[in-house]
């Protein structure tokens, strides 16, 4: 038997995207479902499991206050937090996808993120300077930040998630766990709603509009197999079990333009025996991001890819995918003593593979898997190549790099030669995926026709068309809570003026 509910709005989905798209409707005075697939204890999506990096757009201290009142005037002369202009944001989204992005997205992108951020600060969620991972401590005190990343959720993903549910629950949201969206309710004259089980139960959840905010398919494995390519399957997942594509088929069994770079995906170095999916209780630690730092192996003994090509923040979305190619689905970041107080908190945790020693010829021992008298006749090409000339600096692109070598290290460069040396070993970890579905600047979804679908809205990582091929670091919240809060309001505004139960 099929009960039924009915409502204004339902949002399909639990994490960020969600959340926002859910108070922005329930604040133009919709009511709103929420329908979250994973239990209570679960929930949040992947931005549970993220570290709550923030991209956005700040040109000077008050538009940093604006976002974090409580920044002090003493660490407003004891940091360098540098400026992240719209210019800069337009440039690091076209040079990262190859100028593929699709130009009315970016824009509402670039230019709604400030927006957005202070929009969610008035709810409740607060943000704090991204110190521990996007700022180096220089030899006159100062921190100075790099990237343009300056900003994350206090409490990282999980405090994102509390404060987001928190500001749901006061605004009058009814979010319902365990939830599973089967398909869209429609007829000729646009969406009705959503068929879903809940608890176990079969629901027609009617509404005026739905927004779909329920992630990519990077969960399913056969899909990843399908999409992505081959080997796929083998990839660790980094965040929530429950994102399996529901959302993206269900646009699409209902004429939804399928969009963006359906092979491409946002996947990092990950702990090589990282559980399959993420685990809430390391939440982002197992990734293996100071490899700028190192070199990187894999079980050949040789070198890959530029680990010195660019800020991490342009380069790890894209080299996972770089990881799962090799042998294995094994690499290892290498490093020595003069480097290793540069390295990331999430090298510290207890569920690590690691392997130390005072020699090269005892670290190749220990690493497992790897061809030792390659990896040592690699570190030797690679030191006798590295410009000694040239200053070292992680806070810039330093120019340090190497002469004559294939693939070359670009910055960052130095010998591996001072004990003891430690080596992490990594596979992919994928994130979310690029492909999904077609929206246009208001988060309307398109029909194969060029028309929006009617009641139809979608936000966070199952739209298609931001990203191709890789991703500027904290631009997937960000996007998320724009997307999400225009996709919100307009589901209100539509159930308001054009819905019709």
Known sequence: MTETLTTDVVVVGGGNAALTAALAAAEAGACVHLLEAAPEEERGGNSAYTAGAMRVVFDGTKALRALMPDLSDRELVDTDFGAYREADYYDDMARLTQYRADPGLVEQL??????ALCWLRGKGVRFQPSYGRQAFKQEDGRFRFWGGLAVEAWGGGPGLVAALYQAAEKAGVTVRYR??????????SGVKGVRARIEGRSFDVRARAVVLACGGFEANAAWRARYLGPGWDLAKVRGTRF??????????EAGAMPAGNWSGCHAVAWDRNAPDYGDLAVGDGFQKHSYPFSI???????????EGADFRNYTYAAYGRRVLEQPGQLAWQVFDAKVSHLLRDEYRIRQVTRAKADTLEALAERMEG???ARFLAT??????????DVPFDPTVKDGRGTRGLDPPKSNWANRIETPPFEAYAVTCGITFTFGGVAIDPEARVQAVSGAPIPGLFAAGELVGGLFYGNYP???GLVSGAVF???AGTGAARFAREGGDT
């Open 110 to 115: 670039v230019t709604g993120s400030h927006g």
């Open 179 to 188: 939830a599973h969206a089967r398909s869209l309710i429609a007829d000729d």
């Open 243 to 252: 994102n399996q594509g529901d959302g993206i088929r269900m646009a699409l």
């Open 296 to 306: 990187v192996v894999n079980a050949e003994g040789k070198r890959f890819v530029d």
């Open 370 to 372: 790897i061809d030792g």
């Open 379 to 388: 570190v030797r090409t690679y030191n006798d190549a590295v410009a000694t």
């Open 473 to 475: 670091g904290g631009t």
């Open 484 to 486: 999400g809060r225009l």
